[in-house]
């Protein structure tokens, strides 16, 4: 696959933002999850399942919402407006 042209550098990452309201648990395994997932380029824009997997690895039992969302899953409040 081949890296994003950027305005100075090349953009070969994206950041996944965990932000939480009110309290809740740590999150379970967070050691075992890796903040670096190497994956092939995919559809425009879709968010790798690597990192959904992640993040429900980690709040089992809370709610979760992923904006700009290109498809919809199950126990996910999805935001987007290709859905």
Not at 36 to 64: L, W, Y
Request: net charge positive; charged share 35%; with cysteine.
């Amino acid at each position: 696959s081949k890296p994003n042209p950027g305005f100075y550098t090349m953009s070969e990452n994206e950041l996944c933002l965990v932000f939480k309201m009110g309290k809740i648990p740590n999150p379970r395994g967070a050691r075992n999850i890796r903040q670096t997932i190497n994956e092939p380029r995919s559809i425009h824009s879709r968010k790798p399942e690597a990192v959904r997997k992640g993040i429900e690895d980690m709040f089992p039992d809370q709610k979760k919402i992923e904006l700009f969302a290109r498809k919809k899953t199950k126990g996910w409040r999805c935001w987007g407006n290709e859905l």
